[in-house]
């Protein structure tokens, strides 16, 4: 099981950037299908980014061109650069593990959060107008 911890929340005015980090231990982040997910006030949580052991990634639209996301399989952590924040994107923002689905196709990452297994404990980002 692995186990995730973030770090780098904070609150910017609309425009700013933050960068996200999320440590991991007890296994190798670059085997498993690794994601960022948010929780905005009475919203349900929904996908930021997924990035798989391939280094493939697939973006939310809201969050094109303004966030990336890396891996650093040296220090097996993930990070989520964040540049032209807005409002909207004020929310509890949480690191995950998922496993890597097999097909006929190759493998693959389930993009919604019922395909991950392992969460962090989530930080919090505010952006104010």
């Known amino acids: 099981q692995v186990q995730l911890v973030e770090s780098g929340g904070g609150s910017v005015q609309s425009g700013g950037s933050l960068r996200l980090s999320c440590a991991a231990s007890g296994t190798t982040i670059s085997n498993y299908c690794m994601g960022w997910f948010r929780q905005g006030p009475g919203k349900e949580r929904e996908g930021v980014v997924v990035?798989?052991?391939?280094?493939?990634?697939s973006y939310a639209d809201s969050v094109k061109g303004r966030f990336t996301i890396s891996r650093d399989n040296t220090k097996n952590t993930l990070y989520l650069q964040m540049i032209s924040l807005k409002p909207e994107d004020t929310a509890q923002y949480y690191c995950?593990?998922?496993?890597?689905?097999?097909?006929?196709?190759?493998?693959?990452?389930?993009?919604?959060?019922?395909?991950?297994?392992?969460w962090g404990q989530g930080t919090q980002v505010t952006v104010s107008s």
């Open positions: 990035i798989d052991s391939r280094g493939d990634t």
């Open positions: 995950a593990a998922g496993p890597l689905y097999h097909s006929s196709s190759g493998t693959y990452c389930v993009r919604t959060p019922s395909g991950f297994v392992s």
